[in-house]
C-alpha cells in the first residue's frame, strides 16, 4: 500500500507538470484545447518545414484535405510565427506529423517505427528526406528508415512520380517539391527582425548561375532565330490610307507601327538547361533578380497580411532555381529579411519561413523601403539578365510625404523614389518598381507616381481576394521577358517628308534635329507582348510619282540570355500609292482602333484633372463625350473588341466618379492604374481584375500564371473562371 500511493503521488506531480503547456487557440477544425499531455514539440527544422509549408500553394497531401478549410487568418504567437498543432489527439488513428486520420483503407500507406509511433508513410518519409532519423514523438533514434523510392521523373524543381509503376493513391501521385536540409539559424528571432544588425553593405547576394553569353557580336537579319528566343519581333507597319491622290496634301498623316515580341524561350532543342534540367521537360528563359517591398505596418494585421504571406508563397512557389528573392519589410522602418537568394529548395524554404515569421505593427514609410530596395540593387556583386521591385502597400507614408497642391501625378511625392531610380536619371539603374496599392486608404498618386517614374505599372487591389491574382500576373510577365533595351528607330524615305509626331505613351521618344529621324526606347518586353506607336506625318503635293515610300523601320535589342545584339530591319518599307484620282479609300481599323485607344487614355487623364479639382461633373461629362465619339468610329461599328472594352472602362470611371467619397476611396486609383496600363502598353491589376480594360493587354504567360493562381485551392472559394488574354491587335474572332 506504501508502495502504491508513492506511485500515486508520482503520477500526480507527473500530470501537473504536463498540463503546463501551451494553448491553442480555435481553428476551424478543432476547438480550443489544453494540451494534456503533449509530445515533445518537434525539431526546430521541423517546425519551420511546417510553417514554411503553410505559405505554399501546394495542399497537404492527405484525403482529409479538400474538406478541412484554411482558416481566415493564421493563429498568431507572440514571435508572429503560425503555430503548429499539438493535442492529445495523437494516437495510432491519428498521424503525428499532419493530425489527419490515419484509418486503413483511405488511399494512404501506414508506417508503424520501431518505437511502436504510426504516421502515414508519405509524411515520415517527407519527414526523413528532410534529415530527420528520430521518432518525432518520442525522439527514439531509428535504426531502420523509412524511404520513398519510385521511379522519378525531373520536372520543374519537383519530383514527379511514375504513375505507370506505382500505386494509385495520392501519397504516390502528388508531386513532392525537392526541399533539402534548411539552413536557417535556429536561433533567430523574426519578431524582432527590425531590431537585429545588416551588414553595412549588400554585398552578401548568393552567386548567380553561369549564364551561356556572348559579348560585343551584333547579329543582323529579316528571319533568324537567335539564342534561346523562338523568334525574332514580328514588325508590321500600316498606313492610315493605302493611297493620297497625287494633286492633294494630307497633313498628320499616321502610320502605325505594331511590335509583338517572339514567344517564350522554347523547347526547340535537347540539352541541359539551368539547373540541370532536360530542356524536354523545362523552359529557359532570362533569370530574374527581384526584390519585394512589404508592408507590415499595423494597418495590414490580420487578415490582410495572412493573404499578403500567401500570395509571396505563391510567388515563391513560382520562381525558378536561378531566380533570385530578397524580401524588405517596412513599416516604421525598413529591414531586409533576408539577402538576394536562389530560389532553389533551400532557398524557397528559408524565403516562404521569413514571409511566415512576419507580423504587423507600427507606422509607414515607403521612402525608407524604396532606399533599401536601391542599396540591395546597386550593390549586389552578381546580376541576373532580368531585375525588378515589386512594392506592396495599404497606406500612406507617415514620414516623407509631401501633398502636391494641384494633384499632379508627375511632380507628387518625388521624394520618395531615390534619384538613381528615375527613369529618366543619366544614371538610373533602370529597374522598374511595380507598384500595388491595396484598399481604400492607400496613397494612390504616390504610388502611380513611383511606378510611373521608374519604369513600372502601378496596379490597384480593391479586394483581399486578389492579391495573390495581382502578383501572379506581375510575376507572370516578369519570368517571360525575351526582348531588352529596345530601340525602334523610324526614319523617313522620300526627301520631301518631315516626322510631324511620335506618339508613345510614357515611352521616351525623340526626334533628330531635321525631323526626318526618330527614336522611341521601349526596353525590356515580355514573350508575345504587344506595342502599338502612331507616326504622323504631312504628305506633300506630289505629281511624279505613282508610288511614295514614306517609313522605314528599324529595331534594336539584346537577347536576354545570350546578350547577342540584334539589328532587325522590317521586310517592308511603309508605301502608299499616289493615283491622279481615288475613289472613296476605308481608313485602316487598325490604325483607327489605336487611335481610338490613345484619344480614351487622353480623355482619361482630363477627366482625372477635373475630378481632382472637385469638380466631379465636368469630368463625367469628358468621359461620356469620349464614349460617344468612340461609338462613331469605324472600328467600334464594326465591333472590334479593343473598342469594346475602352467603352466598358469609360463607363466604370463614370460610376467611380460619381460622388467625392466614391472617388477619393476607389476612383482615383482605378483611374490611375487605367492611366499606367495604357501608357505602358501593359496589363495592370485593378478593380476586381475580372472585367473592362485590366484584361487588354494580358500576355500568355501572364494568364497562364493568374490561372494557374485561380485554380489553387486552399480550402476557400470554388476557382473562379479562367481569365483570358484579349490582344489589342490583331483582333481575334470571337466565339459563336
Known amino acids: 500500500?506504501?508502495?502504491?500511493?508513492?506511485?500515486?503521488?508520482?503520477?500526480?506531480?507527473?500530470?501537473?507538470?504536463?498540463?503546463?503547456?501551451?494553448?491553442?487557440?480555435?481553428?476551424?477544425?478543432?476547438?480550443?484545447?489544453?494540451?494534456?499531455?503533449?509530445?515533445?514539440?518537434?525539431?526546430?527544422?521541423?517546425?519551420r518545414f511546417s510553417d514554411a509549408v503553410s505559405l505554399s500553394p501546394t495542399p497537404p497531401r492527405n484525403s482529409d484535405y479538400d474538406r478541412v478549410q484554411m482558416p481566415t487568418t493564421p493563429t498568431p504567437s507572440s514571435s508572429g510565427l503560425l503555430l503548429p498543432k499539438h493535442s492529445s489527439k495523437s494516437s495510432k488513428k491519428t498521424c503525428a506529423i499532419c493530425l489527419a486520420s490515419m484509418k486503413p483503407g483511405h488511399g494512404h500507406a501506414i508506417f508503424t517505427a520501431e518505437c511502436s509511433h504510426t504516421f502515414h508513410f508519405h509524411c515520415i518519409t517527407s519527414n526523413v528526406k528532410h534529415g530527420k532519423q528520430s521518432c518525432p514523438v518520442c525522439r527514439v533514434n531509428w535504426k531502420e528508415i523509412p524511404f520513398q523510392s519510385p521511379t522519378t521523373n525531373i520536372s520543374q524543381g519537383r519530383v514527379r512520380r511514375n504513375h505507370a509503376s506505382c500505386p494509385q493513391n495520392d501519397a504516390w501521385t502528388t508531386d513532392q517539391r525537392l526541399l533539402p536540409p534548411p539552413r536557417v539559424d535556429i536561433n533567430r528571432h523574426f519578431s524582432s527582425i527590425f531590431h537585429t544588425t545588416e551588414p553595412d553593405i549588400f554585398d552578401d547576394d548568393e552567386l548567380?548561375?553561369?549564364?551561356?553569353?556572348?559579348?560585343?557580336?551584333?547579329?543582323?537579319?529579316?528571319?533568324?532565330?537567335?539564342?534561346?528566343?523562338?523568334?525574332?519581333?514580328?514588325?508590321?507597319?500600316?498606313?492610315?490610307?493605302?493611297?493620297?491622290?497625287?494633286?492633294?496634301?494630307?497633313?498628320?498623316?499616321?502610320?502605325?507601327?505594331?511590335?509583338?515580341?517572339?514567344?517564350?524561350?522554347?523547347?526547340?532543342?535537347?540539352?541541359?538547361?539551368?539547373?540541370?534540367?532536360?530542356?524536354?521537360?523545362?523552359t529557359c528563359r532570362a533569370p530574374v533578380d527581384l526584390v519585394t517591398l512589404l508592408d507590415v505596418s499595423g494597418s495590414m494585421a490580420g487578415t490582410k497580411l495572412a493573404l499578403l504571406k500567401r500570395a509571396m508563397g505563391f510567388v515563391i512557389q513560382n520562381l525558378g532555381p536561378s531566380d533570385r528573392l530578397s524580401v524588405i519589410a517596412f513599416s516604421s522602418t525598413a529591414r531586409r529579411l533576408f539577402p538576394l537568394c536562389k530560389m532553389t529548395g533551400n532557398g524557397r524554404l528559408e524565403a516562404l519561413h521569413a514571409v511566415n515569421s512576419l507580423s504587423a505593427s507600427g507606422g509607414?514609410?515607403?521612402?525608407?523601403?524604396?532606399?533599401?530596395?536601391?542599396?540591395?540593387?546597386?550593390?549586389?556583386?552578381?546580376?541576373?539578365?532580368?531585375?525588378?521591385?515589386?512594392?506592396?502597400?495599404?497606406?500612406?507614408?507617415?514620414?516623407?510625404?509631401?501633398?502636391?497642391?494641384?494633384?499632379?501625378?508627375?511632380?507628387?511625392?518625388?521624394?520618395?523614389?531615390?534619384?538613381?531610380?528615375?527613369?529618366?536619371?543619366?544614371?538610373?539603374?533602370?529597374?522598374?518598381?511595380?507598384?500595388?496599392?491595396?484598399?481604400?486608404?492607400?496613397?494612390?498618386?504616390s504610388m502611380h507616381s513611383i511606378s510611373e517614374s521608374s519604369g513600372g505599372t502601378f496596379s490597384f487591389i480593391e479586394a483581399e481576394s486578389v492579391i495573390q491574382d495581382a502578383f501572379a500576373q506581375c510575376i507572370g510577365g516578369l519570368l517571360s521577358v525575351v526582348v531588352q533595351e529596345l530601340h525602334v528607330e523610324v526614319e523617313c524615305i522620300n526627301p520631301m517628308l518631315h516626322l510631324s509626331s511620335i506618339k508613345s505613351g510614357s515611352y521616351k521618344n525623340s526626334l533628330a534635329s531635321d525631323e526626318r529621324k526618330g527614336i522611341i526606347e521601349v526596353g525590356d518586353l515580355y514573350a508575345e507582348e504587344e506595342r502599338d506607336f502612331l507616326v504622323t506625318l504631312d504628305i506633300p503635293v506630289n505629281g511624279s510619282n505613282d508610288e511614295m515610300s514614306l517609313l522605314k523601320i528599324r529595331c534594336i535589342y539584346k537577347d536576354p540570355i545570350s546578350k547577342v545584339l540584334v539589328t532587325l530591319n522590317a521586310a517592308n518599307d511603309v508605301k502608299i500609292q499616289r493615283p491622279i484620282v481615288t475613289g472613296t479609300i476605308a481608313i485602316s481599323m487598325e490604325v483607327d482602333k489605336q487611335r481610338n485607344r490613345l484619344q480614351s487614355a487622353e480623355a482619361i487623364a482630363e477627366a482625372r484633372v477635373a475630378a481632382e479639382r472637385g469638380d466631379l461633373a465636368s469630368a463625367v461629362s469628358v468621359l461620356e463625350n469620349c464614349r460617344r465619339k468612340l461609338s462613331e468610329t469605324v472600328s467600334a461599328q464594326a465591333g472590334d473588341r479593343l473598342c469594346v472594352l475602352l467603352d466598358a472602362e469609360l463607363r466604370e470611371m463614370q460610376e467611380r466618379m460619381t460622388n467625392l467619397h466614391v472617388y477619393e476611396t476607389s476612383g482615383r486609383a482605378y483611374v490611375l492604374s487605367g492611366l499606367s496600363s495604357h501608357?505602358?502598353?501593359?496589363?495592370?491589376?485593378?478593380?476586381?481584375?475580372?472585367?473592362?480594360?485590366?484584361q487588354a493587354y494580358l500576355t500568355p504567360s501572364m494568364v497562364d500564371m493568374v490561372n494557374q493562381s485561380q485554380t489553387m485551392l486552399f480550402g476557400g472559394p470554388s476557382p473562379r473562371s479562367p481569365t483570358r488574354p484579349t490582344q489589342s491587335f490583331p483582333a481575334r474572332p470571337q466565339p459563336r
Not at 40 to 46: G, K, L, N, R
Not at 228 to 242: D, M, R
Open 679 to 694: 501608357s505602358w502598353q501593359r496589363a495592370t491589376a485593378r478593380g476586381d481584375s475580372t472585367h473592362s480594360m485590366s
Open 364 to 445: 509607414t514609410n515607403i521612402a525608407q523601403g524604396l532606399r533599401k530596395a536601391e542599396k540591395v540593387m546597386t550593390e549586389r556583386k552578381w546580376r541576373n539578365p532580368v531585375s525588378s521591385i515589386i512594392l506592396f502597400s495599404d497606406g500612406q507614408d507617415t514620414y516623407t510625404v509631401i501633398r502636391p497642391n494641384d494633384g499632379n501625378t508627375c511632380t507628387a511625392n518625388s521624394s520618395l523614389l531615390p534619384v538613381s531610380m528615375h527613369l529618366n536619371d543619366a544614371s538610373s539603374l533602370h529597374i522598374p518598381v511595380h507598384a500595388f496599392g491595396f484598399g481604400a486608404d492607400h496613397d494612390a498618386v
Open 208 to 282: 548567380t548561375n553561369d549564364q551561356p553569353s556572348v559579348t560585343d557580336k551584333t547579329s543582323t537579319s529579316n528571319d533568324l532565330t537567335i539564342g534561346h528566343s523562338t523568334g525574332l519581333i514580328e514588325v508590321k507597319t500600316y498606313p492610315e490610307f493605302s493611297a493620297v491622290p497625287k494633286s492633294v496634301c494630307h497633313s498628320n498623316f499616321t502610320v502605325l507601327i505594331h511590335l509583338k515580341a517572339p514567344v517564350s524561350y522554347g523547347l526547340q532543342h535537347s540539352g541541359i538547361c539551368e539547373g540541370g534540367l532536360p530542356l524536354a521537360s523545362h
Open 1 to 47: 500500500m506504501v508502495g502504491g500511493s508513492k506511485w500515486s503521488k508520482a503520477k500526480m506531480a507527473l500530470g501537473l507538470k504536463l498540463n503546463m503547456c501551451l494553448y491553442v487557440p480555435r481553428t476551424i477544425e478543432d476547438a480550443p484545447v489544453v494540451a494534456s499531455p503533449s509530445p515533445p514539440p518537434p525539431q526546430p527544422s521541423a517546425r
